[in-house]
């Protein structure tokens, strides 16, 4: 089965720039998509087909995706953006997979 | 506007079946490339595909699971169910259901949007 990895938590200063990373074997050939999930709240899509951004979604948001690594980057961190992350891929053999998810806080 | 809102007990005994209801707005499940999945979260834990149907009504189901889900679509009233039978314990957590799209050729977009989730807690 195909399998996800994440940092489990990452921390940041306010206004500084945030990255997470989701590792997987090949992923660079894969579409890789983005969930930001608030306590009690569903999970929101922020990044799409590695890079793209839903509508509404900020451009402090951003997604790179090469060889066995794949990137969610938040440039000048807020309190607000303080949340879960998941990357998640579709795989032939494995259908649907998201990685463990990664904790963001905002020092 | 596209809006999906999940539907089902809170509390089943273990052994019983769940059965949940995804009831959707703003979109057709009999439009080509459609499709609306279930994904379920423990409490603290990671969130875990569970099933998918397609306008096709193509059905997908996790490896893990497959034994014991169901997932059904009823067009004309815009809803997908999913059963899951021999309820246990580990099974408490959040179920949500999300749509996705099919942009062929094997590509799938991501989840969204995604409904707010119903707690089903499985206890005796």
């Known amino acids: 089965s195909y399998v996800l990895t994440q940092p489990p938590s990452v921390s940041v200063a306010p206004g500084k720039t945030a990255r997470i990373t989701c590792g997987g074997n090949n992923i660079g050939s894969k579409s890789v998509h983005w969930y930001q999930q608030k306590p009690g709240q569903a999970p929101v899509l922020v990044v799409y087909?590695?890079?793209d951004r839903p509508s509404g979604i900020p451009e402090r948001f951003s997604g790179s995706n090469s060889g066995n690594t794949a990137t969610l980057t938040i440039s000048r961190v807020e309190a607000g953006d303080e949340a879960d992350y998941y990357c998640?891929?579709?795989?032939?053999?494995?259908?649907?997979?998201f990685g463990g998810g990664t904790k963001l806080t905002v020092l | 506007q596209v809006t999906l809102r999940e539907s089902g007990p809170a509390l089943v005994k273990p052994t019983q079946t769940l059965t949940l209801t995804c009831t959707f707005s703003?979109?057709?499940?009999?439009?080509?490339?459609?499709?609306v999945s279930w994904i379920r979260q423990p409490p603290g834990k990671a969130l875990e595909w569970l099933a998918l149907i397609d306008w096709d009504d193509d059905k997908y189901y996790s490896t893990s699971l497959k034994t014991r889900l169901t997932i059904s679509k009823d067009t004309s009233k815009n809803q997908v169910v999913l059963t899951m039978t021999n309820m246990d314990p580990v099974d408490t957590a959040t179920y949500y259901c999300?749509?996705?799209?099919?942009?062929?050729?094997?590509?799938?977009?991501?989840?969204?949007?995604w409904g707010q989730g119903t707690l089903v807690t499985v206890s005796s």
């Open positions: 703003g979109f057709s499940l009999s439009t080509s490339g459609m499709c």
């Open positions: 087909d590695d890079s």
């Open positions: 999300a749509r996705i799209r099919y942009y062929g050729s094997g590509s799938y977009s991501g989840f969204d949007p």
């Open positions: 998640q891929v579709w795989d032939s053999s494995s259908d649907w997979v």
